[in-house]
């Protein structure tokens, strides 16, 4: 008998426990279906065709790390006095992100999120599957193998603390922060070597301090850092060559060396940097975006570096207490508004080859004097307007247009206006009250609308008989001014002179007369072949009355091969054929202060090649 019991007993026994890895078995399968893949050999298959990193951080053939290399974790704030596991069972809420294959969960004041691959790019903070709760998170525990933090993830949160982790490298190695995604936090960077990219706006108004940027971020997205007013040192890796839009816009910074291999700074990138007072560039700078400097009221001296070509729209605009900038010979542009408001900006040498002072370019500015160079053919729209301290300016002959505006409210108490503008446009000297000489070149053609309105202290002036056209009330304001000017002119434009305070008077030019014969010249056939050759006015022309003021030429016709410069100066072209050539040319006398101009002559010189 007993030994029937002792034998029931053992089978017993045998068939509990046989049944036991069946169920435990059972229950693993269940957990596995539950939570995100984690086995080697799935990332090991998923990884297969990645492409190694760059040459100086070679990536290992291998997709994961092995078990000795531990992971990269980044702490900042207070750590999580309790975090939860993916399966905790208390936590309160959680799940499944999306499609994807990670996943987050709740407890506390706790955000855990964990699993496999990227985080999805939501579109904005309501879109996150914990925003209901972010009034109680408190610490965010980012696991490895989390391979980005997707836009929005965290933004506004008014986080205590946490801890993020990477891995060394491979497929579920953090690479990229997404915009927004810290944004409004006080999250600092994470310094992983495997961070390649940091999207717009992700650290905006985060609290930044200082920041030392990963070695293999390569991209920097448009207001990354933007609003940190205490962020005061940014040190640059070596693969960033690109400073974006409103990346740094609002920080603290004192002063800004960047690193040779910056070429481009983008707009705004360092606008309303108020605390700004010094800035170096790397030698390869080749842009300097609009704005990137606008509101920066420390800036204290500039020098533009050599392989910049243009000063974009509003680069420095509002930088009150910039004194001094260098600008390169090659600097061809000058944007609108790039000087507007430099109250302390007092002198500026442009280059040579700029082409245009575009609108509003040091309005508002500390000027006292300008040169504007001879490659200048216009004068934009308030160009130097409201400049309280500019008092001279010299206008070069290349000038073909004084637009809107472009003095008015200055100092300038003296201005020649060369014959080569042929229109000074409405308002250009309005409220000049210093402005009492004002010299009209011959060859001006157009005078607009109020151009010299309210300039009280001008008395009188000249305007000469190249003018066809009056604007409005030119004088508008102006007292008691004496004007001198052709009968036809003032008669043609009567509303030219309304508004002047007093009794205006007439003075009518007198008539200006030229006599003029051409000359033979002579150029030899031998030296026309092989370049061109030049025959100057003395040799081509007799003044036996040469009339009041300077001499203009215009060729009236004539071999193409043979030109007339506005000095009377001939040039025989390259490779004329021997012959005696009859040139017509037209000659003017221009006239002065009190003589119209003598009208065109025409004279007849004869160019012979031998």
Same mark, same amino acid.
């Given at each position: 008998?007993?030994?029937?019991?002792?034998?029931?007993?053992?089978?017993?026994?045998?068939? %509990?426990?046989?049944?036991?890895?069946?169920?435990?078995?059972?229950?693993?399968?269940?957990?596995?279906?539950?939570?995100?893949?984690?086995?080697?050999?799935?990332? !090991?298959?998923?990884?297969?065709?990645?492409?190694?990193?760059?040459?100086?951080?070679?990536?290992?053939?291998?997709?994961?790390?092995?078990?000795?290399?531990?992971?990269?974790?980044?702490?900042?704030?207070?750590?999580?006095?309790?975090?939860?596991?993916?399966?905790?069972?208390? !936590?309160?809420?959680?799940?499944?992100?999306?499609?994807?294959?990670? +996943?987050w969960s709740f407890s506390g004041s706790t955000l855990t999120v964990y699993g496999k691959g990227k985080m999805p790019a939501w579109k904005s903070a309501e879109s996150v599957p914990w925003h209901n709760l972010r009034s109680q998170i408190k610490y965010v525990y980012v696991r490895a193998g989390v391979s980005s933090i997707g836009n929005h993830a965290f933004r506004g949160l008014n986080l205590k603390g946490?801890?993020? +982790?990477?891995?060394?490298?491979?497929? +579920?190695?953090?690479?990229?922060?997404? !915009?927004?995604?810290?944004?409004?936090?006080?999250?600092?960077?994470?310094?992983?070597?495997?961070?390649?990219?940091?999207?717009?706006?992700? +650290?905006?108004?985060?609290?930044?301090?200082?920041?030392?940027?990963?070695?293999?971020?390569?991209?920097?997205?448009?207001?990354?850092?933007?609003?940190?007013?205490y962020l005061t040192y940014v040190k640059f890796n070596k693969k960033v060559k690109t400073i974006p839009i409103c990346c740094f816009a609002g920080c603290g910074f004192k002063s800004i060396t960047l690193p040779k291999q910056i070429k481009t700074i983008g707009a705004s990138a360092f606008a309303s940097c108020s605390d700004l007072t010094s800035v170096k560039l790397g030698k390869n700078v080749k842009k300097?975006?609009?704005?990137?400097?606008?509101?920066?009221?420390?800036?204290?001296?500039?020098?533009?570096?050599?392989?910049?070509? *243009?000063?974009?729209?509003?680069?420095?605009?509002?930088?009150?207490?910039?004194?001094?900038?260098?600008?390169?010979?090659?600097?061809?542009?000058?944007?609108?508004?790039?000087?507007?408001?430099?109250?302390?900006?007092?002198?500026?040498?442009?280059?040579?080859?700029?082409?245009?002072?575009?609108?509003?370019?040091?309005?508002?500015?500390?000027?006292?004097?300008?040169?504007?160079?001879?490659?200048? /053919?216009?004068?934009?729209?308030?160009?130097?307007?409201?400049?309280?301290?500019?008092?001279?300016?010299?206008?070069?002959?290349?000038?073909?247009?004084?637009?809107?505006?472009?003095?008015?409210?200055?100092?300038?108490?003296?201005?020649?206006?060369?014959?080569?503008?042929?229109?000074?446009?409405?308002?250009?000297?309005?409220?000049?009250?210093?402005?009492?000489?004002?010299?009209?070149?011959?060859?001006?053609?157009? %005078?607009?609308?109020?151009?010299?309105?309210?300039?009280?202290?001008?008395?009188?002036?000249?305007?000469?008989?190249?003018?066809?056209?009056?604007?409005?009330?030119?004088?508008?304001?102006?007292?008691?001014?004496?004007?001198?000017?052709?009968?036809?002119?003032?008669?043609?434009?009567?509303?030219?002179? *309304?508004? %002047?305070?007093?009794?205006?008077?007439?003075?009518?030019? /007198?008539?200006?007369?030229?006599?003029?014969?051409?000359?033979?010249?002579?150029?030899?056939?031998?030296?026309?072949?092989?370049?061109?050759? /030049?025959?100057?006015?003395?040799?081509?022309?007799?003044?036996?009355?040469?009339?009041?003021?300077?001499?203009?030429?215009?060729?009236?016709?004539?071999?193409?091969?043979?030109?007339?410069?506005?000095?009377?100066?001939?040039?025989?072209?390259?490779?004329?054929?021997?012959?005696?050539?009859?040139?017509?040319?037209?000659?003017?006398?221009?006239?002065?202060?009190?003589?119209?101009?003598?009208?065109?002559?025409?004279?007849?010189?004869?160019?012979?090649?031998?």
């Amino acid at each position: 008998m007993k030994i029937k019991r002792l034998l029931a007993f053992v089978i017993s026994v045998a068939m %509990i426990v046989g049944m036991v890895p069946t169920f435990v078995f059972a229950k693993e399968i269940d957990l596995e279906a539950d939570e995100p893949e984690t086995t080697q050999s799935s990332e !090991a298959e998923e990884e297969d065709g990645e492409e190694p990193e760059e040459k100086e951080e070679p990536e290992s053939e291998e997709d994961e790390p092995s078990a000795d290399e531990p992971d990269e974790v980044f702490e900042f704030g207070e750590k999580p006095s309790e975090v939860p596991s993916e399966t905790d069972s208390k !936590a309160a809420l959680g799940g499944r992100i999306g499609k994807s294959k990670v +996943y987050w969960s709740f407890s506390g004041s706790t955000l855990t999120v964990y699993g496999k691959g990227k985080m999805p790019a939501w579109k904005s903070a309501e879109s996150v599957p914990w925003h209901n709760l972010r009034s109680q998170i408190k610490y965010v525990y980012v696991r490895a193998g989390v391979s980005s933090i997707g836009n929005h993830a965290f933004r506004g949160l008014n986080l205590k603390g946490g801890m993020v +982790y990477s891995r060394p490298r491979g497929k +579920y190695a953090l690479k990229s922060i997404g !915009a927004y995604a810290f944004a409004g936090t006080n999250a600092k960077v994470f310094n992983f070597k495997t961070l390649k990219s940091i999207g717009a706006h992700a +650290y905006e108004n985060s609290g930044q301090r200082s920041i030392t940027l990963p070695k293999n971020v390569k991209s920097l997205g448009a207001y990354a850092f933007a609003g940190n007013p205490y962020l005061t040192y940014v040190k640059f890796n070596k693969k960033v060559k690109t400073i974006p839009i409103c990346c740094f816009a609002g920080c603290g910074f004192k002063s800004i060396t960047l690193p040779k291999q910056i070429k481009t700074i983008g707009a705004s990138a360092f606008a309303s940097c108020s605390d700004l007072t010094s800035v170096k560039l790397g030698k390869n700078v080749k842009k300097i975006g609009s704005y990137a400097f606008a509101g920066c009221i420390n800036l204290k001296s500039f020098t533009v570096p050599s392989k910049v070509k *243009a000063i974009a729209e509003g680069t420095f605009i509002e930088c009150k207490n910039l004194t001094s900038v260098r600008l390169h010979k090659k600097v061809s542009s000058i944007g609108k508004g790039a000087f507007s408001e430099c109250a302390s900006l007092t002198s500026i040498s442009i280059p040579g080859k700029v082409k245009a002072i575009s609108d509003s370019a040091f309005a508002y500015s500390g000027l006292t004097s300008v040169r504007i160079p001879g490659s200048v /053919k216009t004068i934009g729209t308030t160009a130097f307007a409201f400049c309280s301290k500019l008092a001279s300016v010299s206008i070069p002959g290349s000038v073909k247009t004084i637009s809107y505006g472009a003095f008015a409210f200055t100092a300038l108490t003296s201005v020649v206006i060369p014959g080569s503008v042929t229109k000074i446009d409405e308002l250009a000297f309005c409220n000049c009250s210093k402005l009492s000489d004002v010299t009209i070149k011959y060859g001006v053609k157009n %005078i607009s609308r109020g151009a010299f309105k309210d300039c009280v202290a001008l008395k009188s002036i000249t305007i000469p008989s190249s003018v066809t056209t009056l604007g409005d009330s030119v004088f508008d304001g102006c007292s008691g001014i004496a004007i001198r000017l052709t009968n036809e002119l003032k008669t043609a434009f009567p509303n030219a002179f *309304a508004g %002047i305070a007093g009794t205006p008077s007439f003075i009518d030019l /007198k008539e200006n007369t030229i006599a003029v014969t051409g000359k033979l010249a002579t150029v030899k056939a031998k030296k026309v072949k092989k370049k061109a050759q /030049k025959i100057t006015a003395s040799k081509l022309y007799t003044f036996t009355e040469p009339g009041i003021g300077s001499h203009r030429f215009a060729k009236a016709s004539g071999n193409k091969k043979i030109t007339v410069a506005s000095n009377g100066n001939i040039t025989v072209k390259k490779k004329l054929k021997k012959g005696t050539y009859t040139v017509r040319v037209k000659v003017l006398a221009t006239g002065d202060q009190a003589y119209r101009d003598s009208g065109w002559q025409i004279v007849t010189v004869k160019v012979k090649v031998k």
